[in-house]
């Protein structure tokens, strides 16, 4: 009988290696989009009280408004944090694609990847996938040359492709760059006066950086022939609008025979933006502080 009883109070003890503590849970994203919102009504509440306290000075109230400010700055950071999804998210599904487009165009590339740590809103992560897509293609498809080419330019045969990120300044900033052929700059302004979008006169006084961003418009495409890739006229427009409609911006570099880097700018989140207020002509303005180049003060005069 004390034999079995023995064994009984053995079993009802958890095995210390068996147990293990829960470090992470699942959180639905409404529940997370409840408490942005809730928090960004604490923001506003936080400033009415500030205008109250500036009307009727209080010493007590202004030091408890301070500490809640700084209070409320790490929950909007710790909130705006739990949203973000690492890059790697997307970016791990890339070198295999990258494998298979440069094998159907007898080409050999390699992708490196750098930043795909950093985070970006579920969101803005969603949208920018297909973006990318399209960039890699077209860094595959035509800036990246044959191998037999390359070494007859004195290259290694094995193209290279980077993608690299970085936090600047609010923004994320994302780098695709290939060692390629380069952008034919002329050739894009002889297509674009062909297609109607801009006129010599025009083409005359446009630099290659302004030329080379003429590949973002709708339809236009240096490409000599129509494959599964490129060629149809769509591409960098989209990708110019999607990164736009987050309130972001798309450059293009290109160097004949050296390459491309295509540069594409994002706010990390678009849940809480922090913005500076400007007070014009009797009029409170709210400009996204991520959007402000500089601040000149002048004479009221």
Same mark, same amino acid.
């Given at each position: 009988?004390?034999?079995?009883?023995?064994?009984?109070?053995?079993?009802?003890?958890?095995?210390?290696?068996?147990?293990?503590?829960?470090?992470?849970?699942?959180?639905?994203?409404?529940?997370?989009?409840?408490?942005?919102?809730?928090?960004?009504?604490?923001?506003?509440?936080?400033?009415?009280?500030?205008?109250?306290?500036?009307?009727?000075?209080?010493?007590?109230?202004?030091?408890?408004? $301070?500490?809640?400010?700084? /209070?409320?700055?790490?929950? %909007?950071?710790? !909130? =705006?944090?739990?949203?973000?999804?690492?890059? *790697? @998210?997307?970016?791990?599904?890339?070198?295999?694609?990258?494998?298979?487009?440069?094998?159907?165009?007898?080409?050999?590339?390699?992708?490196?990847?750098?930043?795909?740590?950093?985070?970006?809103?579920?969101?803005?992560?969603?949208?920018?996938?297909?973006?990318?897509?399209?960039?890699?293609?077209?860094?595959?498809?035509?800036?990246?040359?044959?191998?037999?080419?390359?070494?007859?330019?004195?290259?290694?045969?094995?193209?290279?492709?980077?993608?690299?990120?970085?936090?600047?300044?609010?923004?994320?900033?994302?780098?695709?760059?290939?060692?390629?052929?380069?952008?034919?700059?002329?050739?894009?302004?002889?297509?674009?006066?062909?297609?109607?979008?801009? $006129?010599?006169?025009?083409? /005359?006084?446009?630099?290659? %950086?302004?030329? !080379? =961003?003429?590949?973002?418009?709708?339809?236009? *495409? @240096?490409?000599?022939?129509?494959?599964?890739?490129?060629?149809?006229?769509?591409?960098?427009?989209?990708?110019?609008?999607?990164?736009?409609?987050?309130?972001?911006?798309?450059?293009?570099?290109?160097?004949?025979?050296?390459?491309?880097?295509?540069?594409?700018?994002?706010?990390?989140?678009?849940?809480?933006?922090?913005?500076?207020?400007?007070?014009?002509?009797?009029?409170?303005?709210?400009?996204?502080?991520?959007?402000?180049?500089?601040?000149?003060?002048?004479?009221?005069?």
């Amino acid at each position: 009988k004390p034999a079995v009883q023995e064994k009984e109070i053995k079993a009802a003890v958890p095995d210390p290696q068996i147990s293990t503590s829960v470090q992470s849970i699942r959180v639905s994203v409404e529940q997370l989009d409840i408490i942005v919102n809730l928090v960004g009504e604490l923001v506003i509440n936080k400033m009415q009280l500030e205008t109250i306290t500036k009307a009727s000075p209080n010493a007590d109230l202004a030091d408890r408004l $301070t500490a809640t400010h700084r /209070l409320l700055s790490e929950l %909007q950071m710790e !909130v =705006m944090n739990v949203r973000l999804i690492p890059m *790697s @998210t997307i970016c791990d599904h890339f070198p295999r694609m990258i494998r298979d487009l440069a094998k159907g165009e007898g080409k050999q590339v390699n992708l490196e990847i750098s930043g795909a740590e950093i985070g970006l809103d579920r969101v803005i992560l969603d949208e920018i996938k297909d973006p990318l897509v399209h960039i890699l293609r077209n860094c595959v498809d035509h800036g990246i040359e044959l191998p037999t080419i390359r070494q007859q330019k004195g290259k290694n045969p094995v193209g290279l492709i980077k993608i690299q990120a970085r936090k600047e300044r609010g923004l994320v900033a994302i780098e695709v760059t290939d060692d390629g052929n380069g952008m034919d700059v002329e050739r894009i302004k002889a297509k674009a006066i062909k297609m109607g979008f801009i $006129t010599s006169e025009q083409a /005359l006084r446009l630099n290659d %950086q302004e030329a !080379v =961003m003429l590949i973002t418009a709708p339809g236009l *495409s @240096t490409a000599e022939k129509v494959t599964e890739i490129s060629g149809r006229g769509v591409g960098m427009d989209i990708v110019k609008k999607k990164v736009e409609h987050f309130g972001g911006s798309f450059m293009i570099e290109t160097r004949p025979s050296f390459g491309s880097t295509f540069t594409i700018k994002l706010p990390v989140s678009m849940t809480i933006l922090k913005g500076l207020m400007v007070k014009v002509c009797h009029q409170v303005y709210a400009i996204p502080v991520a959007n402000v180049l500089k601040i000149v003060y002048g004479n009221r005069e």
